[in-house]
């Protein structure tokens, strides 16, 4: 059975106080699959004003977002880019 979201950010919290309510939220929504609306409702509900550094919540909702996802492959991580042939031979030779 699958914990749900505000378990398994209480276990993180309990676990490592000494992170920020940020990184607490960020490992919980890692690979959960949840749209942004809720994601947003949890930054509101769960961050502490004074981790945000007078920053607006929406920074983190993108970042969020891409966390929630599920990663199957690397190639689908958008920051990875495979060398093509051409550049391994250039580098070899």
């Given amino acids: 059975m699958k914990k749900t979201l505000i378990v398994k950010l209480r276990e993180i919290t309990s676990k490592h106080p000494e992170l920020s309510s940020i990184l607490c939220l960020g490992r919980a929504l890692k690979g959960e699959k949840i749209s942004e609306e809720k994601i947003m409702r949890f930054i509101s509900r769960f961050i502490h004003k004074s981790d945000l550094n007078g920053e607006s919540p929406e920074i983190l909702l993108k970042h969020f977002a891409y966390l929630s996802k599920p990663k199957k492959t690397v190639s689908k991580n ?13 580098i070899c030779s």
Avoid at 78 to 90: A, C, D, I, L, V
């Fill in 78 to 90: 958008p920051y990875y880019k495979p060398h093509s042939k051409s550049q391994k031979t250039q």
